[in-house]
């Protein structure tokens, strides 16, 4: 890939020489991972080996075909690590990747009162990908129903990061901030809707 500097966007090019010598298996090992929860850049590498793909350096169908099965698998791993390890697991090693007792609680009521579309919406959300699995797992969804709207939530997901970055070419950073914006609105609804559920609970267990 002997693109220059000028040429890739400033927020992929970190991520360049990965995709230069890695290429697909960084694409499926990086989603994967960040699925259950590990920090990484899975989001960014999408876009990045897309746009690579735009140039003509890797095919787009096999970097979305690759990202789907990434972001497929890689929740249900979360989604058995909540079902079968339980809470007591995660609490134990969520804490060396930034899943705190505090966030599981209120992820918690989220997931409960939303369900399925958290799991489709939670896709294009920092923070909420990564732990997307691991909360259905835990709130007990059933297991047909999260892979229904994981699969749904993956394809629009990798549908609409690759197409950016396969027909964005420069304008990627402009779709990232929005992107961005978009996180911010989702986390002050989430966090709206929680001080409302807390007022009505405490207002309701006052006494007369």
Same mark, same amino acid.
């Given at each position: 890939?002997? %693109?220059?500097? %000028? %040429?890739?966007?400033?927020?992929?090019?970190?991520?360049?020489?990965?995709?230069?010598?890695?290429?697909?298996?960084?694409?499926?090992?990086?989603?994967?991972?960040?699925? #259950?929860?590990?920090?990484?850049?899975?989001?960014?590498?999408?876009?990045?080996?897309?746009? #690579?793909?735009?140039?003509?350096?890797?095919?787009?169908?096999?970097?979305?075909?690759?990202?789907?099965?990434?972001?497929?698998?890689?929740?249900?791993?979360?989604?058995?690590?909540?079902?079968?390890?339980?809470?007591?697991?995660?609490?134990? #090693?969520?804490?060396?990747?930034?899943?705190?007792?505090?966030?599981?609680?209120?992820?918690?009521?989220?997931?409960?009162?939303?369900?399925?579309?958290?799991?489709?919406?939670?896709? #294009?959300?920092?923070?909420?990908?990564?732990?997307?699995?691991?909360?259905?797992?835990?709130?007990?969804?059933?297991?047909?129903?999260?892979?229904?709207?994981?699969?749904?939530?993956?394809? *629009?997901?990798?549908?609409?990061?690759?197409?950016?970055?396969?027909?964005?070419?420069?304008?990627?950073?402009?779709?990232?901030?929005? %992107?961005?914006?978009?996180?911010?609105?989702?986390?002050?609804?989430?966090?709206?809707?929680?001080?409302?559920?807390? *007022?009505?609970?405490?207002?309701?267990?006052?006494?007369?």
């Amino acid at each position: 890939m002997s %693109q220059s500097a %000028q %040429q890739i966007p400033a927020i992929i090019q970190s991520l360049a020489p990965i995709i230069d010598s890695y290429g697909y298996i960084a694409v499926g090992t990086l989603i994967f991972v960040e699925d #259950f929860g590990i920090p990484a850049p899975g989001e960014t590498v999408l876009i990045t080996a897309a746009f #690579f793909a735009g140039l003509g350096h890797l095919n787009i169908i096999l970097v979305m075909i690759i990202g789907f099965l990434g972001a497929v698998l890689g929740d249900n791993v979360g989604y058995a690590i909540g079902r079968y390890g339980g809470r007591s697991l995660v609490e134990r #090693f969520g804490k060396y990747v930034f899943i705190t007792p505090a966030r599981l609680d209120k992820l918690g009521i989220f997931f409960k009162k939303y369900g399925t579309k958290v799991v489709v919406v939670a896709r #294009f959300v920092e923070g909420l990908r990564q732990v997307n699995g691991i909360m259905a797992g835990l709130s007990d969804m059933r297991w047909p129903k999260f892979i229904t709207f994981n699969v749904i939530g993956a394809a *629009l997901w990798v549908g609409v990061w690759g197409s950016i970055g396969y027909y964005g070419g420069g304008h990627i950073d402009v779709f990232l901030r929005y %992107q961005l914006y978009f996180t911010i609105v989702v986390f002050i609804a989430i966090a709206v809707f929680l001080i409302t559920k807390f *007022l009505k609970h405490k207002k309701s267990s006052d006494p007369i």
